[in-house]
Every structure is written in C-alpha cells, then in structure tokens.
C-alpha cells in the first residue's frame, strides 16, 4: 500500500512510500480509508511546529473515513463492510480526560490516515452517521467534535443564548452549525466579507469583519446590548485572548482551543475574576463524546462544510491551501 511518511519537516519533503499492508490482530480492524481530512494541527506538525521531537518516520493526519475490510479475532462491534472513522484519541473512551487516555493521539505520536490501509484498534473507531459521505465523515472527528465538546459536553449551552465565533475555519464553522441546531444566537468574525455573506447563509444572526473592525470585541457588546456573549468559541490564541476576556459576559464561558495568532501568554487574571468567567480548555474529545455528537448531526442532518476536495496524492497542494487561509470550512482529501 501508499501512505505518506514525514520523515524531515516540511510540506514539501513529505515522502509518499511503499509500506506493507498491515493485518489486524486479536481486538484489532482493518480499514481501508476512503477519505481524509486536514486540521490546522496536521499543518503544525508536517511543517515541524508542533512537536520539533517527534518520532519519524510518522504518517501524519489525525481524521480519516473509510470502509471495514477486515476484523480481527475478538471484535464484536464491527464487520467487514462497515462504514467507520478514526478515532483522534484512540485510548479516550469516556468521562473525563487523563494523562494516559490523551497520550497517544492519531498523527501526533502514533501514526495517522494519511495512508490507504491502517489498523486500528477497534476501541478507536466509530460507525459512521448514515446520512454523510466519507469525505463529510471525514471531517467530524478533531474539528466536528471539538466545537461540540465546547458547547455541550462540560457544559450545556441553551437556546436563546449567544455564542462568538472566530474566523471560519474548520472548529468555527461546526461551532456555527451546531450553535444554530440548537437555537443559540451566532455571532461570526471573519477577515473577509464573501466568507462572512457565507456563514449568514448558514445562519450567523451577526457577522464581523475583524480586519475592518479591530475592535471587534466592543462590536460584540453592542450587538448584546452592553452585556457580551454567553460563550467564546477561542481558536485565535494570543492575539484574541484579551478582545475574548472583553467581548464575554460575567459568568460567560470561554473554551480555549486554538492558536492561530500564537501562544504568547496574554490573559489577564483581573478580568477573569472580576468577570467570573469560566475558561475551559478544550482538547477535542472522548469516543463517548463523538458518539453523542454523531447522533446530533444525524438527527439535525447537518451536513459539514467542504470547501474542496483533492486527490489523497495532493496532499502538499491540500496542505498549501490550508496554509493560504483561503478556504472556508473543511479541506479533504479522498482516496
Ligand atoms: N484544542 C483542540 O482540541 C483543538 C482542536 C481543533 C483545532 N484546534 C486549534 O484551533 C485552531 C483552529 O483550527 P482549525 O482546524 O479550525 O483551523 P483552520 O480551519 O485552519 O482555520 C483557519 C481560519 O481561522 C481564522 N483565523 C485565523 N487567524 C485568526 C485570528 N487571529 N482571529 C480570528 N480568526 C482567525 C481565519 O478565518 P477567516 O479567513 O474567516 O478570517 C482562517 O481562515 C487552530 O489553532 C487549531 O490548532 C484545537
């Protein structure tokens, strides 16, 4: 079979090589991937940001979809022919996170998707929502269940109540899909007004144009009549941080999950306490959490946002595309 090795840095020198296909053992299953999506994350680490330790030769990308060709002996939640995607924590079953279920982590220190055939434990696998295809599959399990695990997993975010969006990448725009299921108000920011014409379509009841308005966060607390948002969905990093801590209601919740513009330390103490603000670290999700979420997106038949799909074999061009900050939603590959 194919895969793609990073054996040194860079988006360029990925290796694509002859690797033997693997057979599942006791408990184990094999699948062949049918498609493969990209995460800001998997940009860090091919380009050595994110991890300059790693072990290599490692196959990167944590999120695949793909077809059940095979279960070893002892499986019992799948067969051959099955629709599955891989889990971003194989070792996160359920409850609440530990240094142990978090360590090994697909495409980060055990290999990842971006190879025809893989074996997975069948503990690190889900059923596919009937009503997606591979590629949308693809997309649900770091970004789909990140923003769901921010709005409705430690916490339950009711209807009526308002979340801030950042940007329309990947986490935010499954923030904005599943915040509209379920009868939140959205406030979305964006650099650019055709991404921002883009989310009104997909139900943002407020847009912001961040780069025409810097001060996006006092924006946001007029369009809440002075109060600030009940929830921050926080992937800017250092740069939004204090405009977050701004823009949040007192007792709002902000989940802090990216760093786009960084990882300078540059949160204020005093305006958490003074605000009572609660701040969750969000780190995408259990296999229990991808459950529930699935069964959200089947119920609500929300569909993820592709902005495009490129051959498995383009993943350098996929990768560049991800790193021009062009594309809105989700970038796939399929195999
Ligand atoms: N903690 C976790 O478990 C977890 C899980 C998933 C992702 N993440 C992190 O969350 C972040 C987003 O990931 P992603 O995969 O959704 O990324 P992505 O799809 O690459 O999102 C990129 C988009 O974010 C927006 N953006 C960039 N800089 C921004 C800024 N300073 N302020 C506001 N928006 C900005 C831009 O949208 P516009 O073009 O519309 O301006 C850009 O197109 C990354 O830092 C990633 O590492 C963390």
């Known amino acids: 079979m194919k895969a793609f090795e990073i054996q040194e840095f860079g988006i360029d020198k990925l290796a694509l090589v002859d690797r033997e296909t693997p057979r599942p053992g006791p408990g184990e299953v094999l699948v062949r991937l049918k498609a493969a999506s990209l995460n800001y994350r998997d940009y860090l680490v091919v380009g050595g940001a994110y991890n300059p330790n790693l072990k290599r030769p490692l196959v990167p990308l944590s999120d695949g979809a793909g077809v059940v060709e095979e279960a070893g002996p002892g499986v019992t939640h799948f067969k051959k022919g099955d629709r599955v995607m891989s889990c971003f924590f194989p070792a996160w079953l359920d409850g609440p996170p530990t240094p142990e279920t978090v360590k090994p982590a697909l495409g980060g220190n055990v290999d990842g998707v971006l190879r025809e055939h ?139 999950i990216g760093i786009l513009s960084g990882v300078e330390p540059t949160i204020s103490p005093s305006r958490i306490l003074q605000k009572s603000v609660r701040v969750q670290g969000i780190y995408v999700g259990s296999q229990a959490m991808f459950k529930r979420m699935n069964h959200a997106v089947e119920f609500h038949k929300i569909k993820p946002v592709i902005d495009q799909v490129f051959p498995w074999t383009e993943a350098k061009e996929a990768l560049r595309h991800m790193e021009s900050q062009r594309h809105f939603g989700k970038i796939c590959l399929k195999f």
């Open 118 to 256: 893989a074996v997975f434990r069948e503990d690190g696998l889900v059923h596919t929502p009937k009503n997606l295809s591979d590629e949308e599959a693809a997309t649900l399990p770091c970004a789909g269940l990140t923003a769901w695990h921010a709005l409705f997993e430690n916490i339950l975010a009711q209807p009526g109540e308002t979340v801030l969006l950042q940007g329309t990448g990947g986490v935010s725009i499954f923030g904005l899909q599943f915040a509209h299921a379920a009868g939140l108000r959205t406030i979305v920011t964006s650099s650019s007004d055709q991404k921002l014409e883009r989310a009104r379509k997909l139900g943002a009841d407020e847009v912001i144009n961040y780069k025409k308005t810097p001060e996006w966060d006092e924006e946001v607390r007029k369009l809440t009549a002075g109060q600030g948002v009940d929830h921050v969905i926080e992937v800017g990093g250092s740069d939004t941080i204090p405009r977050s801590l701004n823009a949040i209601r007192m007792q709002g919740t902000i989940s802090v």
